[in-house]
């Protein structure tokens, strides 16, 4: 059985023409009109991998746009961020196309080379955000970003020159720092989801620690908690340190001092069991993440308690 593999896009002249488009002003950096953009013939339902960045907004959907575990109505902007090597496969459900409208901007990594971008683009945790956890834009927010978006498309289409390559840079930054404030505001406005989802996350962890899930898989990591609640591990580290002020990294380190100060308290296991329990192969890094976390050693927790 052949397995069908996603199409590589390797530049953006490439994608250009994929898409119908001419070719583009800078080989490294573009912006496209989503109206222009041309169904192509090539089977695209393997997806599409891209070598570059492609950070969009899109208008003209109708209907319920699946996010996360619930819908919503939407006919807004619809803004998404991929970076390079990932996988794109677009499916809305129950929704249909109306007129398009929007862009699409490509940055290739070698574009930012060499620039304060490169070294902080990882910062930006939306890029490893699924589709379904894109951003929702008010009309003054997509109209905000538009504005940056056309000096950008301006910046290319004039000759490039030794001034050309900050100019983008410093507006590619400024879209990514507004972009980041306002999934701040999506979090805020949506708390309830979150709340929700914060519980189902809490309820899961007191699940694995309390079955021995860990002595049969160990200790819990945030890929597998995110994945069982059909999250992408950064969207859900960002949407409960929205709500807690911590990541999920620090909840399960919360949650797994809970149960170990329990068994400390109400046992009498060993150090080396507790560890064993809670999924540790070492007792020492049991004991050690307990120090950091309570200033005391088990033994000393447990005799202070006693």
């Given at each position: ?25 800078h ?18 339902s ?22 996360g ?27 249909v196309?109306?007129?398009?409208s929007?862009?699409?901007l ?10 304060s ?5 990882k ?12 951003l ?15 000096n950008?498309?301006q910046?290319?289409?004039n000759?490039?020159?030794?001034f ?20 701040q ?6 708390k309830?989801?979150g709340?929700?989802i ?7 962890l ?13 200790l ?8 069982q ?15 807690t002020g ?36 070492h ?24």
């Amino acid at each position: 059985m052949n397995v069908q593999k996603p199409l590589a896009i390797k530049s953006i002249s490439q994608y250009h023409k994929l898409r119908g488009l001419p070719p583009p002003e800078h080989p490294l950096v573009s912006v496209i009109d989503y109206a222009a953009i041309q169904v192509s013939d090539v089977d695209e339902s393997a997806g599409l991998l891209f070598d570059f960045y492609l950070i969009s907004v899109k208008k003209g959907l109708l209907g319920k746009l699946k996010y996360g575990q619930q819908t919503y109505d939407h006919d807004g902007g619809v803004m998404s961020f991929m970076a390079p090597h990932q996988l794109l496969k677009i499916q809305i459900d129950n929704a249909v196309v109306s007129k398009r409208s929007g862009w699409m901007l490509l940055v290739h990594p070698d574009f930012i080379w060499n620039t304060s971008l490169a070294k902080n683009i990882k910062q930006y945790e939306f890029f490893g955000y699924a589709i379904t956890e894109a951003l929702f834009l008010s009309d003054k927010e997509e109209k905000g970003l538009d504005a940056i978006v056309d000096n950008i498309r301006q910046e290319c289409h004039n000759n490039v020159d030794r001034f050309s390559q900050n100019i983008i840079v410093s507006h590619i930054e400024t879209l990514l720092n507004y972009s980041e404030r306002f999934y701040q505001r999506q979090f805020i406005g949506r708390k309830k989801s979150g709340h929700q989802i914060l519980e189902q996350m809490e309820t899961f962890l007191d699940n694995y620690f309390s079955n021995n899930k860990c002595i049969e898989n160990g200790l819990p990591t945030v890929t597998h908690v995110s994945s069982q609640l059909n999250i992408s591990p950064g969207y859900l580290s960002a949407m409960i340190k929205s709500l807690t002020g911590m990541n999920t990294q620090q909840h399960i380190h919360e949650k797994l001092i809970e149960k170990a100060k329990e068994r400390l308290s109400t046992t009498e296991l060993s150090v080396s069991e507790i560890a064993y329990e809670l999924g540790f192969e070492h007792p020492q890094s049991f004991s050690r993440l307990f120090k950091t976390k309570t200033s005391l050693s088990p033994l000393e927790f447990r005799a202070s308690f006693n």
